[in-house]
């Protein structure tokens, strides 16, 4: 009312009126009023006021302003409050909730304007109201909305976070179960599907790791058995170089043997030789014995001749000095000494005879011996010669014995080269499935951090002790192949073969 | 025997000689001459024994093979055979022997009679046997040793 006075204070009292008349209306047409009593007893209202609190008149006019607020509120001690300030006079406005007929639910942004008498006083409360509730209503279902969507979120997001704790912890099994509407039940399905998908992706990569391990186990395997056929094959070569030593200084000794075999040789038909000379001689001797012995024959024969002569003069004698009688008797005697000399005679001559027929024999016996003893000797000459003969095939032999162990000792050292490369790449193999090994397990250790609710899939964690890297196994016996390739074939190429 | 009974004495000389390993022996009285083999000349149709005749000192004479006279086989001459010339009267011949052995002198009683034995021949070729130390020595009749022609020649 002060507002309405100030503001026409300087135009006329009529012009005023009128104004005022005109704002009142306009007031009176858009707004709901109604005039309490300062005890809030109501005195009357207008039709928007009955409009919009579904009251009449009738019903309102000299009931207290409590009968439109909610009973509980009514007897708080704010409402009288409320009430006491607008009887000091002082003015409110705000949006207030109140109760239309029936208990219906009613929101009013209104304003208690205190009227204040020429006494300075109020003397009665006016309401001014705009029946605001459809806003009001539609703002608190939109704020119950709100709120249930924050609570819906919070839900979302609670759980959300429960699995995503969960999941953050390597549990993929941390499904969100809560039942979400809307977007978020998508929302729930797609991070179901997501953490499902993920699960799958890591039982598939436990599986993986599992194999690998297998894998890696068995590359470790068989690094370990190519490392031990690697050490046998080292160990084999290292009796081949052993043999083929011992097979050097076979064939070196046999050359050896053989080249004293020929000497020996050419010694014998030397003397084989010199012996047939002394053979020749002796047969030369002998036939000059023979010859010595035929003219003695002779000789022998002429005495024996002579003794035979002498021995018929003798008896001729003897009988001429029988025939004589007595006279002739001292000539038998001179006849019988001659018969008896003669007789000596040809005895001697028979002993020389058969002494030099014996020697004859022996002398034939003799030659035929050192003939014999001759051909023998050519028959030992010509066997010499083909000894001779067998031996130079024998240091031939030797001479390409030795080309081949050169070969063979070139193909040994390849071999132990061929070997030292796989040691070499056994190692790396061995380092590799090693490296291979430990990280296979560490990805067994990590995926061994989900929890994906499949207990069979699990990866066992592997023993770094298991699969340490072989040592070099082969370094020993290479070092021993070298030490042998080096001075066996390089010796024998150089020294031993020459003479051949 | 006659002219070794009429020369008395008691003793008697005589000759051995071989003919096929046996010993034989005459009178030395009746040999001539002893000398070496010579090749005789062969008679025609004369016994086997007659082996020929020879030239001696101009004389022919016939030699006899006295191993096969003797019936012991057939003589293959050497120049160490023997020929005994031999005289029994008038008649000469020569004896082929394989060897003379010796002329010696013998008690005429140790001479002994052969015993009588039936003989091929009508004559008789050993008339006396003389026991030795080395054997039985044989004198044979120088007489019938001869053939009979071979007086006439001689």
């Not at chain 1, 000459?381 to 000894?387: G, L, M, P, Q, R």
Request: hydrophobic share 45%; glycine share 8%; aromatic share 4%.
């Amino acid at each position: 009312m002060q507002f309405f006075k100030s503001a026409r204070e300087d135009r006329g009292a009529a012009e005023r009126a009128a104004d005022a008349a005109s704002k009142l209306d306009a007031i009176m047409r858009s707004q709901a009023v109604i005039e309490f009593q300062l005890d809030g007893t109501i005195i009357t209202a207008n039709q928007n006021f009955f409009n919009a609190m579904g009251y009449t008149a009738a019903e309102i006019e000299g009931r207290h302003h409590s009968m439109f607020v909610d009973p509980t509120e009514a007897v708080g001690a704010d409402y009288k409050e409320f009430w006491r300030e607008l009887n000091r006079g002082v003015f409110a406005a705000k949006k207030f909730r109140r109760i239309a007929k029936g208990g219906r639910e009613i929101w009013l942004q209104a304003s208690y304007n205190p009227v204040i008498g020429a006494d300075g006083k109020p003397y009665k409360v006016i309401k001014l109201a705009v029946d605001i509730t459809e806003a009001e209503q539609a703002f608190a279902r939109s704020e119950a909305e709100r709120a249930r969507a924050e609570q819906e979120q919070k839900e979302v997001v609670d759980a959300l976070a429960d699995s995503l704790r969960r999941l953050s912890d390597g549990d993929l099994t941390a499904r969100v179960e809560a039942a979400f509407n809307g977007d978020y039940r998508r929302l729930k399905d797609d991070y179901n599907s997501a953490i499902e998908s993920m699960r799958d992706t890591l039982n598939a990569i436990s599986g993986a790791t599992g194999s690998l391990r297998n894998g890696a186990n068995e590359i470790a395997s068989a690094s370990d058995d190519l490392s031990r056929r690697t050490e046998q094959q080292a160990a084999n070569l290292e009796e081949t170089a052993a043999a083929l030593d011992q097979i050097t200084a076979t064939v070196k000794r046999s050359a050896e043997g053989a080249k004293q075999a020929s000497s020996a040789a050419s010694g014998a038909k030397q003397e084989a030789e010199r012996s047939g000379d002394v053979v020749r001689e002796a047969v030369a001797a002998m036939g000059e014995i023979e010859g010595s012995s035929k003219q003695i024959s002779q000789i022998i024969g002429v005495i024996d001749e002579i003794a035979f002569q002498t021995n018929l003069l003798a008896l001729n004698a003897g009988v001429e000095a029988a025939r004589a009688g007595e006279a002739g008797k001292g000539f038998a005697v001179v006849a019988q000494e001659v018969r008896a000399l003669a007789q000596r005679s040809a005895e001697a001559a028979k002993e020389i005879k058969t002494l030099i027929s014996s020697s004859t024999s022996q002398v034939e016996r003799g030659v035929k011996l050192v003939g014999e003893a001759g051909h023998a000797l050519t028959g030992i000459v010509s066997k010499v010669t083909e000894i001779d003969g067998l031996i130079s095939e024998i240091a031939q032999s030797a001479q390409e014995q030795a080309t081949g162990l050169n070969e063979v000792n070139s193909a040994v050292n390849q071999m132990d080269e061929v070997t030292q490369q796989n040691a070499a790449m056994v190692e790396e193999a061995t380092a590799a499935a090693s490296g291979l090994n430990t990280e296979a397990a560490e990805l067994a250790r990590l995926v061994s951090q989900f929890r994906t609710g499949d207990a069979a899939g699990r990866p066992e964690l592997a023993d770094p002790e298991r699969h340490a890297p072989a040592r070099n196994p082969v370094a020993k016996a290479q070092a021993k192949v070298k030490a042998f390739a080096r001075a066996g074939a390089g010796g024998a190429r150089a020294e031993q073969w020459e003479e051949f | 025997m006659q002219e070794n009974e009429t020369a008395g004495g008691g003793t008697l000389e005589l000759i051995s000689f071989e003919i096929a390993g046996q010993e034989f022996c005459i009178d030395i009285r009746a040999v001539r001459e002893i000398r070496g083999w010579t090749a005789a000349t062969p008679l025609p149709h004369t016994p086997r024994y007659i082996l020929g005749v020879i030239n001696l000192r101009g004389a022919i004479m016939p030699v006899l093979d006295l191993r096969d006279r003797l019936d012991l086989g057939h003589t293959e001459a050497s120049s160490r055979h023997v020929i005994m010339v031999v005289q029994d009267g008038e008649r000469i011949a020569g004896l082929l022997v394989d060897a003379v052995q010796d002329t010696f002198v013998v008690d005429e009683a140790l001479m002994q009679p052969p015993p009588a034995v039936e003989s091929s021949t009508g004559e008789t070729f050993v008339d006396a046997i003389l026991p030795r130390e080395g054997g039985l020595l044989s004198r044979l009749v120088v007489a019938n040793l001869l053939p009979v022609d071979t007086r006439v020649a001689a």
